[in-house]
C-alpha cells in the first residue's frame, strides 16, 4: 500500500469530502478519486461508495483509514530513529499553531530546538482551531498548539492533550476612548460601537459575536481582518473596538489600550498530538521545548 495514498484516505475520513482532501493536498478531486481507486485495487476491497453526489467511507474503508494513521506514525517513527540511531531527535516535525502563538510560543520553541537538536527539523503551519484538529487526524501535522475552551471539534480517545498556558480575552481599545484605563469592562456599554472582527466562521469571531450577544446586542461590524496586525493597526487609529486575545495584543508595539471583562474569560491553551504509544522522540522534543517556553500552565507566554 502507497504511504500517500493512505494519508488521502485518512484525510477522507477527517475532512469529509473528496473536494476538501483535494484542497488539503493541492490535488484537483477527480485525481483524489483515481488516486483512492488504486488504493482499492492495491487492498483488493471496497473503501468507498457512492451517496448520491457524495462519496463515503465503506466500514473497510473507516478500519483502513483509521488504522492508516498509525501506520503513517509508525513509519515517521522509524525513518526518524534510523536517522538519528533512536538517540537524538531527528527528522521532521509539522508543528500547527494558531496566529497569537506562532511568535509567542511556536518561534521561540522552534529557536530552542535548533540549538540542541540540529538533525530535528521543524516546519511551521498556520493553523486556527477550526482546522487545527482535523488537520492532526488528517496527518497533516504531529504537534497542534490550539485551544479546545471553545472548539466545536470532538477531542475522542485519539488525542493527547498538554497544558501549556491561559490567555485571558481582552477588549481593546483606541487610547484616546473615553472609557480607556478604567476597570473591567461590561460589553453590554460597548454597544453602538462599531467593531473590528476577524473574517466570518473563524475561532475569534464566533466567540466575539457570541459575547456580544450575551451582552445583549447585535454587534455594528464595520470592518473585518484575517490578521490580528491589521485589527490592532485599525483600532490604533480610532476607527473600531474589537476583542482579541491577550497573547495577540502587543502594546508596545500599537498604542492601543486593554480592558478585562466584567466577566472574565480565559481560553486554556494546549499542545494536541495524535496518540500513540509512546510518542516518537522528535515529537517529544518539540513537546518538551513548547512546556519550557510557556512557563507553568497559567502563564500566558
Given at each position: 500500500m502507497n504511504p500517500w495514498r493512505l494519508?488521502?484516505?485518512?484525510?477522507?475520513?477527517?475532512?469529509?469530502?473528496?473536494?476538501?482532501?483535494?484542497?488539503?493536498?493541492?490535488?484537483?478531486?477527480?485525481?483524489?478519486?483515481?488516486?483512492?481507486?488504486?488504493?482499492?485495487?492495491?487492498?483488493?476491497?471496497?473503501?468507498?461508495?457512492?451517496?448520491?453526489?457524495?462519496?463515503?467511507?465503506?466500514?473497510?474503508?473507516?478500519?483502513?483509514?483509521?488504522r492508516a494513521r498509525d501506520i503513517l506514525d509508525h513509519m515517521d517513527s522509524v525513518e526518524a530513529e534510523l536517522r538519528g540511531f533512536g538517540r537524538e531527535p531527528a527528522g521532521r516535525v509539522r508543528l500547527g499553531a494558531f496566529q497569537s502563538a506562532v511568535?509567542?510560543?511556536?518561534?521561540?520553541?522552534?529557536?530552542?530546538?535548533?540549538?540542541?537538536?540540529?538533525?530535528?527539523?521543524?516546519?511551521?503551519?498556520?493553523?486556527?482551531?477550526?482546522?487545527?484538529?482535523?488537520?492532526?487526524?488528517?496527518?497533516?501535522?504531529?504537534?497542534?498548539?490550539t485551544t479546545t475552551d471553545f472548539d466545536e471539534q470532538p477531542l475522542g480517545p485519539d488525542i493527547d492533550l498538554l497544558p501549556l498556558a491561559t490567555d485571558p480575552v481582552l477588549l481593546v481599545l483606541p487610547p484616546g476612548h473615553p472609557t480607556a484605563g478604567r476597570g473591567p469592562a461590561d460589553l453590554a456599554a460597548y454597544a453602538d460601537e462599531p467593531w473590528a472582527f476577524d473574517v466570518p466562521q473563524s475561532y475569534m469571531a464566533n466567540l466575539a459575536l457570541r459575547l456580544c450577544r450575551q451582552a445583549g446586542f447585535e454587534p455594528r461590524v464595520v470592518s473585518r481582518f484575517g490578521t490580528y496586525p491589521l485589527t490592532l493597526q485599525h483600532v490604533e487609529a480610532g476607527h473600531a473596538i474589537t476583542l482579541l486575545p491577550g497573547m495577540a495584543v502587543d502594546t508596545g508595539r500599537y498604542r492601543v489600550t486593554t480592558r478585562e471583562l466584567a466577566t472574565p474569560l480565559t481560553r486554556s491553551i494546549t499542545a494536541a498530538i495524535r496518540r500513540t504509544s509512546p510518542p516518537r522522540t522528535a515529537v517529544q522534543a518539540v513537546l518538551d521545548a513548547l512546556r519550557r517556553v510557556s512557563g507553568p500552565p497559567g502563564d500566558a507566554g
Open positions: 494519508r488521502l484516505l485518512s484525510q477522507l475520513d477527517a475532512l469529509g469530502t473528496v473536494r476538501a482532501v483535494a484542497q488539503a493536498a493541492s490535488l484537483s478531486p477527480s485525481s483524489v478519486s483515481q488516486q483512492l481507486a488504486v488504493l482499492e485495487t492495491e487492498t483488493g476491497t471496497q473503501l468507498l461508495e457512492r451517496t448520491g453526489r457524495r462519496v463515503r467511507l465503506t466500514s473497510a474503508g473507516l478500519i483502513l483509514a483509521r511568535h509567542t510560543l511556536a518561534v521561540p520553541a522552534v529557536g530552542r530546538l535548533a540549538a540542541h537538536h540540529p538533525h530535528l527539523e521543524v516546519e511551521l503551519l498556520e493553523l486556527e482551531p477550526h482546522d487545527s484538529l482535523p488537520a492532526l487526524r488528517g496527518g497533516d501535522a504531529d504537534i497542534v498548539i
